[in-house]
């Protein structure tokens, strides 16, 4: 479940725990989670090396190793977190890391497994590999470039931003809000969507995200939880996912609750009354940079 809030609030957690700090030792205890390399790779580069900086690729966790060892990659995915305390079950630990600082172990735990843990020699081999699966990262994207990949598909508008080749770090969540937010309905056709509503789309991007990780992400189950075993804050105070039925926040009418192709097992939630269907009858024009 972590999207975007979720991970960069994970890196945050994790910044003064991490950074600058030796590794004493890190441990795979999951090999199952590997990608692209081994677990004698993972421990050989970690065991002794400091941390030079952590940061943050889309869903990704990097963790840059000093003295030219590399970065780690975790993605959480569905079920992954690191814990700085104790974790509640530890048959659900995957990696752990031992270190010479204030925390002197961190965590890394998946409950199904859905995670990567990748070890990539540097910065390019990275790229390269997050290039091949992500587009821009959802806080960097241009109003242009957004413009631009939108134009592209005539898929439906909210799968179209919840995939990672468009634009790295929304999921179902976040789309339901940013749409709101832009008043633009979930079903309509990307190639459909206008200048002028990419224009407050691509504010809404930012200012949803931007207030999900001040709230410290969203929590709907025991699948996400921060650093230190706390739930997110988020969905205490958003306006559509998981609230079918409620009244919309902006004219009174009941929010609808549906599914919609391409999002298999997962809910849309939208208000009918502000998220018209119907695309407005202005042509489009070239979008202008925010």
């Given at each position: ?14 910044r003064p725990a991490l950074e600058g700090m030796l590794i004493r030792d890190i441990q795979v205890l999951d090999p199952f989670l590997l990608e692209g390399c081994t677990t004698a790779d993972i421990e050989r580069q970690g ?244």
């Amino acid at each position: 479940m972590p999207e975007l809030p979720e991970v960069e609030t994970m890196v945050r957690g994790l910044r003064p725990a991490l950074e600058g700090m030796l590794i004493r030792d890190i441990q795979v205890l999951d090999p199952f989670l590997l990608e692209g390399c081994t677990t004698a790779d993972i421990e050989r580069q970690g065991r002794g090396a400091k941390v030079a900086r952590v940061d943050r690729r889309g869903k990704w966790v990097v963790i840059h190793l000093d003295r030219g060892r590399g970065l780690i990659v975790i993605q959480p995915r569905m079920t992954g977190g690191f814990w700085l305390v104790t974790p509640e079950r530890q048959d659900h630990v995957r990696l752990t890391f031992l270190i010479d600082g204030p925390r002197d172990t961190i965590w890394f735990c998946d409950t199904r497994r859905l995670g990567k843990i990748a070890w990539y020699p540097d910065e390019k081999a990275a790229s390269v590999a997050f290039g091949k699966s992500h587009g821009p990262d959802a806080l960097e994207i241009t109003q242009e470039d957004l413009f631009a990949r939108l134009s592209k598909t005539t898929r439906a508008i909210k799968p179209t931003l919840m995939d990672q080749k468009v634009l790295a770090g929304i999921g179902n969540i976040y789309a339901d809000e940013v749409l709101f937010r832009s008043r633009i309905h979930p079903t309509r056709p990307a190639t459909t969507i206008t200048a002028e509503e990419v224009a407050r789309l691509h504010a809404a991007i930012g200012s949803i995200l931007r207030e999900a990780i001040l709230a410290e992400g969203s929590s709907f189950d025991a699948g996400y939880r921060t650093v230190l075993g706390l739930e997110g804050g988020f969905l205490a105070t958003n306006a559509m996912y998981g609230r079918g039925g409620q009244p919309c926040p902006e004219c009174g009418k009941a929010v609808e609750k549906t599914r919609i192709a391409g999002l298999v097992g997962r809910p849309t939630h939208f208000c009918a009354n502000c998220q018209p269907l119907t695309p407005p009858k202005p042509s489009r024009k070239k979008s202008q940079k925010a």
